[in-house]
């Protein structure tokens, strides 16, 4: 077996490290994620570890951030959403209607019942007309029926109409989920089709640099579970890398560390991502990922995460504190200070300008060009696409009316622009714990924070350093509060949430070190440890240790724990098959390819184990797995009659197959 080359692309940073088949780490790497040109970051990553790298690559394993920072940034392309058999109020649930933003939502007649009967024809005449009509303003479509996971034939139909009509990707809700819950399912399709684009990009460029390096290695990525699909597998199927990054660093830490029963925060530049490790293995969600206050029906790693991380914008005005982290990333003052120097003077001048100017501090600068050009933007986005064409401008001088701010938040929802202002990265270099980028321009950014809290707030935050050191323990603070909500998640302390608000302030009161409250002491403990990983771990591993009262572990290659992780990691795909009774004793299975009828239960349930575990292989080799073996369980939900005969309600059979992912080597042998 030849070496193992791990690449982890996030919000911030592209990691790249070389391991032994033994995933000891023997070369590793960072670049800055360039939104514009991820081919560029990930080249520079891949250049720090191949050029010393001894041995033929024999697989090439991906993990991103890039999907679950699009949603909790707001992000992604334009979707067409298709409802069938739905009304309008629909969309009203599990926030559907404020996920599709304004994309446009297409009502058509048709659906199934909960035993797999078509309630309604399919629409096919008015479904050609509306395709075609939203064709053109769309990067891809989502598909959800009524019942669809009891029978598939209506999104069936609509994905094979969409492909005619246009070429365009097509995203259903039975394909992503097997779960009766309608409304999380639409959503889960949504982000799907929202999120294709974004990850064919990243694939194709990773593709295009190991092809530069002559590695012939197959391409996997990591899903939200920890586990390991084929690239082409991914493309297809987006939304399940929602938690890739989160559920690699999972696993990267039980390599790195060794600690079995653990929780587990990994400090991004644009979020942090906290997740437990209980007897080596992560702990899972049963409802489905969380990303951006969204539950999803995609299967994944019970990992909360937060937009908090070191290129977090500082603001002021907080309810607890004066300053405010988050959630959204903006490049830090110190990078833009190196990548464009003339930004320096432009801080300077704002410093020293009596009264303080409403924006001074901030930037905007385009981060990627827009799907279709600057003709498929508003008015006033395209002018003010335009005036930043020459590169990044003051907000101050930017615009002056609240018109062109909606129009700026418009085109940074997008991802089209990135702003730029104080961050805690920026906070690191002006205390000198971080030297990578300009601390001038850092330094700039905080004397222009702090007068403006004297200014606007009537607040001293003392000098630069002082109120650097405050950005810094506020991030502490949050992160450490955000640790103790997920060890709290699954308890219920107060039902009636009579206590939740004393708590929390008896909680906040003890994590800031305050005067003690007279009457009540509160001491917050962890009674596991904790794993530190990214960048910023050694800064800030300590003081969380001291504000939860745990020991806490920063292994070695922390930085690079995702792209570790990502090597780690083996191919898992699981297929279910529902079991309902029929009025005239007969039974019917679902299963994501359509249903069948039985005479007997028993017939039932060995045709249900033969088709799930056929499935579950071929989309484990279709993954990109070797060596397949294949779990088959069942679960019946069996009542009695008033004489005491069994009678059965519903039973699901599942299939789970799991095997190695195939190496470059082993797929040779095989050819």
């Known amino acids: ?66 999907a679950t920072n699009a949603l909790v940034e707001g992000q992604g392309g334009p979707v067409g959403l298709i409802l069938v058999g739905q009304s309008r109020d629909f969309l009203q649930r599990s926030g559907l209607g404020e996920a599709l933003g304004g994309d446009p939502v297409i ?39 009524f019942f669809a ?56 460029a990773v593709r295009r640099q190991i092809a530069a390096w002559d590695i012939a290695a197959p391409l996997m990525v990591v899903r939200g579970d920890g586990a390991l699909m084929s690239a082409d597998f991914a493309v297809a199927s987006p939304v399940e890398t929602i938690l890739s ?17 653990s929780i587990v925060l990994d400090i991004g530049g644009t979020t942090s991502d906290i997740g437990a490790l209980e007897g ?53 003052l110190a990078l833009l200070g190196t990548l464009h120097p003339s930004s320096r003077a432009i801080l300077a001048e704002q410093a020293d300008e009596q009264p303080l100017r409403e924006h001074a501090g901030w930037f905007a600068l385009r981060q990627r060009e827009p799907v279709g050009g600057a003709d498929s933007l508003s008015a006033g986005q395209r002018l003010l696409w335009s005036r930043l064409g020459d590169g ?40 000198g714990g971080h030297d990578a980028w300009c601390a001038e321009a850092a330094g700039l950014g905080a004397r222009i924070w702090t007068r403006r809290a004297w200014e606007r707030l009537g607040r001293d935050l003392g000098d630069e350093e002082a109120f650097a050191r405050h950005v810094q323990r506020e991030m502490v603070i949050a992160m450490a509060r955000a640790v103790l909500g997920y060890a709290l998640a699954d308890t219920e302390l107060a039902p009636d949430g009579s206590l939740v608000a004393s708590a929390r302030a008896l909680i906040d009161r003890s994590l800031r070190a305050s005067a003690p409250h007279p009457r009540v002491a509160v001491d917050v403990r962890l009674n596991v440890p904790l794993l530190v990983l990214g960048a910023p771990a050694a800064r800030h591993g300590e003081a969380l240790g001291e504000r939860l009262g745990t020991r806490v572990v920063v292994p070695a290659c922390a930085d690079v724990a995702n792209a570790v992780g990502a090597v780690a990691a083996g191919v898992v795909q699981r297929v279910v098959a529902t079991i309902t009774p029929l009025p005239d004793d007969r039974f019917r299975v679902h299963t994501p390819e359509g249903v069948h009828t039985c005479g007997t239960l028993d017939e039932a349930r ?66």
């Not at 990054?245 to 029963?261: M, W, Y």
Request: net charge negative; proline share 4%.
């Open 280 to 332: 080596g293995e992560p702990q899972r969600s049963r409802e489905g990922a969380v990303v951006g206050g969204w539950r999803t029906r995609v299967e994944a790693v019970a990992v909360q995460t937060h937009g908090l991380g070191g290129d977090s914008a500082v603001r002021l005005g907080g309810v607890a504190s004066t300053l405010h982290l988050g959630p959204d990333r903006i490049m830090p």
């Open 149 to 204: 996971t009891r029978n598939p034939a209506h999104e069936r139909r609509l994905q094979q109409l969409v492909h005619e009509l246009t070429g365009l990707p097509v995203s259903t809700g039975h394909e992503l989920s097997a779960a009766l819950d309608a409304p999380r399912r639409a959503l889960t399709a949504l982000f799907n089709a929202r999120l294709i684009g974004l990850l064919s990009d990243l694939i194709n």
């Open 107 to 145: 009502l058509l007649d048709g659906g199934h019942d909960a035993a797999g009967n078509e309630r309604a024809p399919l629409d096919v005449d008015t479904a050609r007309h509306v395709i075609a009509q939203h064709a053109p303003r769309v990067g891809a479509f989502a598909v959800s029926s």
């Open 1 to 66: 077996m030849g070496l193992l080359l791990g690449i982890d692309t996030g919000g911030t940073y592209t990691d790249a490290v070389l391991c032994d088949p033994d995933h000891h780490v023997l070369r590793r790497a960072k670049a800055l994620t360039r939104h514009d040109d991820l081919a560029a970051s990930i080249a520079e990553a891949l250049n720090g570890v191949m050029s010393a790298a001894q041995g033929p690559v024999d697989l090439v394993s991906l993990s991103t951030t890039l």
């Open 606 to 671: 060995r045709w249900a184990a033969t088709e799930v575990e056929r499935m579950a292989a071929a989309r484990a080799a279709a993954a990109g797995a070797q060596g397949v073996e294949v779990e088959i369980a069942r679960d019946e939900t069996i009542g009695h009659s008033e004489t005491g005969d069994e009678v059965f309600f519903e039973g699901t059979v599942s299939a789970t197959a799991r095997g190695r992912p195939a190496l470059a080597r082993a797929m040779d042998h095989l050819a």
């Open 245 to 261: 990054g989160p559920a690699a660093s999972l696993v990267g830490a039980r390599v790195l560390a060794g600690e079995p029963d």
């Open 392 to 431: 990044p401008v003051a907000l101050v001088r930017l615009f002056d009316d609240q018109t062109r701010l909606r129009a700026l938040q418009r085109l940074v929802a997008r991802g089209l622009v990135v702003l730029s202002g104080f961050t805690p990265t920026d906070a690191a270099h002006v205390l």
